[in-house]
Each structure stands twice: as structure tokens, then as C-alpha cells.
């Protein structure tokens, strides 16, 4: 490439995603991941011997919805040869509308993050898909930015990147938890593009039918694969702020007057209908071919159709995201309210700016009469969002919003996306007002000084209830400081160096969350795999006794398994072992183990809201379904005969065939 060529695409907005995709693509190359599989499943087999494909960092144990479900999930597809519905889980499982594991279906078009699957082998795959999640995260947030921020190229680069490595997207890694927020995103960036009527081609200046149709197909497509991510409670906030910022777009292009329904306007509405038209269509039909499923999740005990309360959410919890870091130390973390994952956040700025993007909207429309009608609808979205948390008794309006279906824990998620438009659209403001540097210097000192008493305030109640998590008054006070700092950059229109400090506290926050790991570890194609496929049959069913970790080696081995995760309930099957008084503990999403132990009296135990036992025996139920049984000690059941005994420097494993 010439050197005139070369230097004008370092300075274009194309630079930053070329330069981020070339780290994306020699850690697919080397097939590096960040899952905890392979960490965890070295721990249990080889105690603390090093292992060799762990590159940095530690596996998180906790994240367990990770490496135990999703990851095994996907481990089990890839054995089946990526079927619609795995014959091998129970009776079978439909695996379009379970977790994120990849499927050969019309509908995987509406999922590409797994597309990958098909065509590379599963370590490169695997690789592929977990970094592509962060990358689109990380672009759709670069390119956000530019729409409000057109040219400051290092500002988007550096507030996208701290964005995408947000505590809530680490600790919750997952195609429910990212796929939201980058199709929020790639949405507004389409919706703006339509409402600005910025067309394609030679078409740029308007809004022609060529550019409205591909606008169109473009939006069906993206508002389908939203849809199909499949998680409410993380995409109903996040709808809802998508909704607020482009209906004031809307409303700031067209206002409340004759024009809201001029021709113009009706042309760019009629995009956006027989664009949404066109994915309700497609998700129709997805929900029809799948009703009997859905049907089942939906009257099930756990998680079933839920309606959540409004309000008794602890204020203190949304003044202490500068706290973090603290849940990277596992010994600290240990003793917070809750695990990490459910304790983790976005660094929240969202609830410091409520009352400068007020001040700024009366500022504005002094000055010239006009509502900034984004940052208006944007400032209502972040209130509803706060009502929904503190304030119980308005129940009619959290059920129109759907947000009486998103628990509490889960509203942050919308809270750090909204919280991102918010800072745009106040640092736009900032941009335009005509006040003084050193005016404006000081009334964001006076009102960070404010929030800095909050700030230390709710570190002193953390301090006071979870001593053992944070006691330290110099960390509350240096942490509080530090995130104030950054509020009175933003504040004060130092938006480099806010954006610089923000990814600071980020990076602080996450950089252990993830291991860097080499390959999927011992468990995928071990030992105990080729074992397993050795001594018996595809057709087999097999049963894990005693260890749950160990649930779902079966089905990832190609065999069909009684135990493991079973993502919604065969009530005829598992009525066989008690019949319908044990619907309430069979009937849930659920891992379900089988118990050697002898103490046990029922033959159905549940364990916690996601879990089961069934006791293990020489039964009629047992003998007719089960042909191998898998357990870490040794049996002595007349029924058993030993097949295999596989040995690893702490485990040993004894395998049975049952006659």
C-alpha cells in the first residue's frame, strides 16, 4: 500500500475495527479462549500442576453457567453432529430456544455468532465465536460514539473499549448478555441513519426506495436476531432505552407540529413498520414450529412465566460500581452480598448525570426555545429505569413497559446502556453551551464534591454490612476519589482524560475475570471421553453419580445421559420414577445428579431452584433406562458390573455397566 494511501486509512474510521480484528484473529488462530473450562477440569484432574494451555489468569469456578452449561452444551452439539434437537439429552432437547449452543436450523441464520461452528473445527470455532461477541460489542459502541462525536476517532476508540470490558459483560460473558447490547447499538446506529435520511450509494443525500428497502431488510434482520437471543430480562431494558433515544430523534427532526405527519416522516415510519412487520413475521414463525417447547418452559416451576416487584432495591448498590475491583478478590468477593456475577456492574455514571442532563435541558431551551428531545426521552428511560428499582406501586406501568419481567439484577445492564447514551448526549450538550471554562470548572467541582459525599457514604454502608469485602477507608476513599475525578472530567468537557481514567477503573475491574486459555482442556477428547466411547454405543444412556461437575461428560462424549442439565422437563419421562406429585421437582430447568448416597429416602431430591437428585438404585426405572453408570468411588450395587477404571493424578474414575 502506498504511503499516501496508508496514512489516510491510519486517520480514517475504519483504522480502530481493522486494528481490533487482528488481535481477534491470532487468538482464533491459536485457538485461545477465556472460558473456564479447561482451567477448572485441569484443577479437578491434576490438583495445582501447572497446566501448560493456561496462559493467563485463573478459571473462575463461579462462573459456572459458563464452562459447566453453555460450553458443555456446545461440547454436546458438536458430538451429536449439531442437531436441532439432541437426542441425546433425555428424550431429546430442542436446542434453538436453550442457552446459546450451536444447531444446523433455518434459524441459525438469526444467530451468526454460531455460524462458525459449521465450517472451522470446534477449538478454532469456539475461539471465534467467544472473541466475536466482544468485538461486535466493542465496534457497534466505536461507531455509536462517532455518530455524536463525527472525527474524535481516540475518544470512540477508548470509551467503546471500556464499554465492551464492563464488570456486568465479563462477569456475565455470554450471547445473552453481549448479543443485547451490540444489537441495541447496530440498531440505533441503523435507526439514526433512517430518520437522517442518509441513504446508500449515490443516494447519500436522501432517503430513496432503494435505500429503503435494504434500510428495511437490514432492520428485519437485526430486530430477528434480538428477538431470538431469548433472554427478557436483559433485552427489555435494553429495548426500551433503543426506543427512548430514537423517539426523540424522531420527535427532535419532526417536533409536535404538522410535520410529525408529513410525508417525510410517514416515509421513514413506514421503514421502520415493514421492517419490524417483516421480524415479527420471522419470529412467528420460529415461536409456532416451537410452541409445544415454549409452552413447557413457560409452565414450568423454575423459571417458568415471572412477574417481578417493583422497588426495595438498595440504594447503596448504585453508588458503589467504583468498587469493582474488590470482586476480583476471591477472598474478598467471597463475603459481598452475592456472587460475583450477580454483584457485578457497569461502572455507573447513569445516576450522578440525572441532574446535570435536567440542568442541561433547561439550559437549552432558555437559550433557544427548542427541546433537545433525545436527551429529554433518554433522562425519562434512566427514571422509569430508577422508579422500577425504588419506587413499588406502579405496577400498571412496569407491565406495559415489560419491566415487571425484569428482576432487579438484571435492570443494571439497561442501566450501563442507557447510561452510555446518556453521557453522549450530555457531553453533546456540554459541547454546545456558551459558558466560561473556568464557570463551568467550577460548578462541576461543587456538584462532584456533592456526589463525592454519596460516593463515600454508600462505601461506608458497604463497609458497615459487608466488612469483610471492603473495610479498608483509604481503598473506599481513593476509589470514590478516582471515580469522581472521572464524573468531573466528563463535567467539565476533559473528555480524553475522563475516557482515559474510565478505562482505568475498568481494566482494574476485570483484567482477572477472564483466563486466557489454549484449547477446551482434558475433559474435551480425554481420557475419560474415549473411554466412554470405547466401552459403549451411540443409543447408550449413561448417568453421572455424586460429582456434579462432571454432569455432562456423557452427552459431551456423544451418548445419550439421564444426568446433567436438562434446559426444560420430559414430565412423562421423569413421572415414571414418582409420578405426578414429583412435578414440583422435576418440572424446572434443572441439573439433575445421581445420588449413591445411602441416606437418601426420596427418590427425588431437589437440591436449590436450578437442581435435583434421583436416588441411584437397583430399580425397575433404572435398570430399564440406564446401561452405564460414571462415579469418582467405586459401587457395589448388584446390578453394576465394573466396565473401565480411568486414572488421573487426584481422580479416579469407575465406570459400570448396568444389567
Known sequence: MPASKLKTFVKSVWFFPWALALPFLILVLFQINGSSIGGSYHEALYGKTKDPNLLLNQPQPIRSDEWLVTTQLTLAQHAAGYPRVN???????????VGDAPYKD?????????LAFFVLPLGFAFAFKWWLLLYLTIISCYFVVLRFFP??????????????CSP???????TGTLAPVFYGFFIILLGMRIIKAEGLGIFRGHLDKY???IYALTLAYLLTCFALILYPPFQVPIALAVTALLAGTYLDKYGL???????????????FASGSVLALAIVFAFIHTRADVIATIRHTVYPGARDFSAGGSPLHELFTTYLQPQLQRISRAANYYTNQSEASQFILLLPFLIIPGFALLVSEYRSSRKLNWPLLMVQLCAMLFMFDLFVPGLHLLYKVTLLSQVQHGRMYIGLGFLGVIQLLLILQSLQKLKLKQRRLDLLAAVY?????????????FTREHYPKFVHSLVLIGAAALFFDIILFCFLSRRLRLGVVLLLILTFASVFHVHPLYRGLGPIYNGDLSKTIDRVSKPGDAWVNLDNLIYENVAIASGRDSLSGVKPYPSLSFWRQVEGPRGDRVYNRYAHVLFS????????????????????FACTPFIEKHVQYAMAVHSLNYPCVSEVAEIHYPTTTFYLYKIH
Open 448 to 460: 462532584a464534591f456533592a456526589c463525592l459525599i454519596i460516593l463515600i457514604w454508600a462505601g461506608l
Open 168 to 174: 456486568l459483560l465479563f462477569w456475565w460473558y455470554s
Open 596 to 615: 449413591s448416597d445411602p441416606t437418601l429416602k426420596e427418590n427425588l431430591h431437589l437440591i436449590g431452584p436450578d437442581s435435583f437428585e434421583v436416588k
Open 211 to 213: 435505500s429503503r428497502s
Open 257 to 271: 407540529g404538522k410535520k410529525l405527519l408529513s410525508r417525510d416522516s410517514l416515509a421513514k415510519l413506514g421503514v
Open 106 to 114: 433455518w434459524s441459525s441464520v438469526f444467530k451468526p455468532q454460531n
Open 151 to 164: 472525527g474524535k476517532r481516540l475518544f470512540s476508540a477508548l470509551l467503546s473499549i471500556a464499554i465492551g
Open 87 to 97: 437426542p441425546n439429552i433425555d428424550a431429546g432437547r430442542d436446542m434453538s430456544v
